[in-house]
């Protein structure tokens, strides 16, 4: 047909001599292949898009696990136990989409050109489960596995864990002064001694509404003197949320920051990071 100029089969037409196949799908389940152009396909690439949209959206939420307890007299660091089992189990099921993504591209067919002509020419479809899956580890499989590792993507989110980090880096400290503190007294699993929980100074001096103390929290002051880190979940996300498009918006100019390095090195990463998307922002307006 293609010497006397006729276009080729379509994918569909080319599967018909396929005893096996039938709309693009085995019926034996040990060696099903499926048509990339099949309704099974086109459905589960939605469905794996929506899974992978709830995932981006689940990632940055792992942040707010960590908590700080305020008290009158004792404070403490601790874990969110209800959010983490609401998160783990919402991000498996986003995991098992991303496994069953990887099987499913494991036994989907391809189409084989030999040349950049053979493309117009529509190819070969290739149904050997070998080569199929040769293919998709050369390609896409190193994508997709790290795609389904839980990553973190928002600044709101880090600033809040960090806030966490320097509020209890500021009580190990004043912690190590004091003779009778142990560093596990500072955890909410821990019971401290009483007697010591009513004499240390470990939670005055860190307290960050506190305009006389001598540690400086940075960029973080705001979330650890409106206590923020002992709010609520949605309060702390908003809030969160609030602050990263704040800061993202002016590249990070209005923070004040102190001499922690880390502090420093996330500054320097939100105000590369503005400049860059603002630049895209440009490059696209341009055209």
């Known amino acids: 047909d293609e010497e006397m100029g006729m276009p080729p089969p379509p994918i569909q037409q080319k599967q018909a001599a396929l005893p096996a196949i039938k709309l693009g799908v085995a019926s034996s389940g040990k060696n099903k292949i499926f048509d990339p152009s099949s309704d099974f396909i086109l459905t589960?690439?939605?469905?794996?898009?929506?899974?992978?949209?709830?995932?981006?959206?689940?990632?940055?939420?792992?942040?707010?696990?960590?908590?700080?307890?305020?008290?009158?007299?004792?404070s403490c660091a601790g874990t969110d136990r209800h959010l983490t089992i609401i998160l783990a189990f919402f991000r498996s099921i986003t995991d098992l989409f991303y496994v069953i993504h990887i099987i499913i591209k494991f036994r989907t067919a391809f189409i084989k050109t030999s040349s950049t002509w053979g493309i117009f020419k529509g190819g070969d479809l290739v149904t050997d489960p070998k080569e199929i899956a040769w293919k998709y580890l050369r390609s896409d499989f190193a994508i997709d596995v790290v795609a389904a590792l839980p990553l973190p993507q928002v600044l709101g989110a880090l600033w809040y864990l960090l806030s966490v980090d320097r509020q209890t880096a500021c009580w190990k400290i004043s912690c190590r002064n004091e003779t009778r503190c142990d560093i596990r007294y500072?955890?909410?699993?821990?019971?401290?001694?009483?007697?010591?929980?009513?004499t240390t100074d470990?939670?005055?001096?860190?307290?960050?509404?506190?305009?006389?103390?001598?540690?400086?929290?940075?960029?973080?002051?705001?979330?650890?003197?409106?206590?923020?880190?002992?709010?609520?979940?949605?309060?702390k996300l908003i809030y969160s949320f609030w602050w990263g498009l704040q800061n993202l918006s002016c590249y990070g100019q209005t923070l004040s920051v102190s001499t922690y390095v880390g502090e420093t090195l996330f500054c320097i990463f939100l105000a590369v990071f503005g400049l860059v998307l603002e630049s895209s922002g440009l490059v696209l307006f341009a055209y």
């Open 186 to 198: 500072l955890h909410c699993d821990m019971t401290p001694n009483q007697k010591w929980a009513s």
């Open 44 to 74: 589960w690439n939605r469905v794996f898009l929506f899974s992978c949209f709830l995932a981006l959206f689940i990632d940055p939420l792992y942040f707010y696990i960590p908590k700080i307890v305020y008290g009158t007299a004792y």
């Open 202 to 235: 470990v939670f005055h001096s860190c307290n960050a509404s506190d305009t006389s103390i001598t540690f400086d929290y940075g960029m973080f002051l705001p979330a650890l003197s409106n206590l923020v880190p002992a709010q609520s979940f949605l309060i």
